[in-house]
């Protein structure tokens, strides 16, 4: 391909992306960042260049992040054993002092420090500040409704109240909020959440127009671990039917229920993308066709 041509395809590009950076500038975009693409350095390096560009083009990104693998490493290197249900991890109160050092002494600040090297301004929260993220204890109950069963996650919790005054402020300030998923209960106590879920009630918080959750699987399968069967959208009505099928299993639970979460407080879309690939928040937001499977009202 001649020099000309390479140029005339980046024009191309510049110019479909166009009507998406009018579209969401001045919005906000809530990102949830967690799996293979905390692994991969290469991912890893695209992703803080994708956060800094939108950026840079007056979206306001907001990023959620998990830390399961790094969670799990510091875990097996103390010996403490880890165990899921419903695809969230039983936390008791050693497990529980892990998950804050882990998440908001090493991946949080990690995090900030990738996005400032890439020419971001990135400022790092946890729940506890500003008393960010309001914690209650959750309770599982069994998938097919027997109430009478329940199951004990110790501090394992669920977002009770967001209070985003102190996220606006700093967007309003020009900086990147990274927000990791430890929420305080009434107690003073420390809870571990399901990032999914802490993303979801953020973007409704925020009054975000689209919450994007980066994921290791290309979307939502129709059949399961079926890649031709990739569902490009689904409604939210179609959501707890969906799981009870057992067409959403695991932890994509959490996703789907985040993203209805988000869809009822007020966000306009929610994306469940394949964060394997390089820049795909960018193919989300400012290509024609996306990427992964969209929720919708």
Do not use: W
């Not at 990690?110 to 209650?136: C, M, P, T, W």
């Not at 299993?249 to 394997?276: E, F, N, W, Y």
């Amino acid at each position: 391909m001649s020099l000309m041509m390479q140029a005339l395809e980046k024009a191309g590009i510049l110019v479909e992306a166009l009507p998406y950076i009018k579209q969401f500038y001045g919005k906000t975009i809530v990102l949830k960042y967690g799996g293979h693409a905390m692994k991969d350095q290469e991912l890893k390096q695209a992703m803080m260049t994708d956060i800094v560009l939108m950026k840079y083009v007056g979206i306001n990104p907001v990023l959620v992040h998990g830390g399961g693998p790094e969670i799990n490493l510091l875990l097996e290197r103390l010996g403490i054993n880890s165990s899921f249900i419903q695809g969230l991890r039983v936390t008791d109160r050693e497990t529980m002092e892990v998950v804050e050092m882990v998440l908001v002494g090493k991946v949080n600040k990690e995090i900030v420090s990738l996005i400032n090297r890439h020419g971001g301004r990135a400022v790092g929260f946890s729940g506890k500040d500003g008393n960010l993220i309001e914690a209650q204890k959750k309770i599982l109950v069994p998938l097919n409704g027997e109430e009478e069963m329940t199951y004990e996650l110790g501090y394992v919790g669920e977002v009770a109240r967001i209070n985003p005054e102190i996220i606006q402020t700093v967007v309003d300030k020009g900086y990147i909020p990274v927000v990791a998923p430890i929420g305080v209960g009434l107690d003073g106590e420390s809870y571990n959440i399901n990032a999914d879920y802490v993303a979801g009630a953020m973007a409704a918080a925020l009054k975000a127009d689209k919450l994007i959750l980066l994921t290791d699987v290309e979307g939502i399968y129709g059949q399961y671990g079926d890649d031709t069967t990739l569902l490009s959208s689904i409604q939210l009505e179609e959501i707890p039917s969906l799981i009870h099928q057992g067409v959403i299993t695991g932890g994509m639970i959490p996703k789907v229920q985040c993203c209805s979460q988000a869809l009822q407080g007020g966000v306009v879309s929610a994306h469940i993308i394949d964060g394997r690939i390089p820049h795909s928040v960018l193919l989300e937001i400012f290509t024609d066709q996306g990427v992964g499977t969209m929720v919708s009202r």
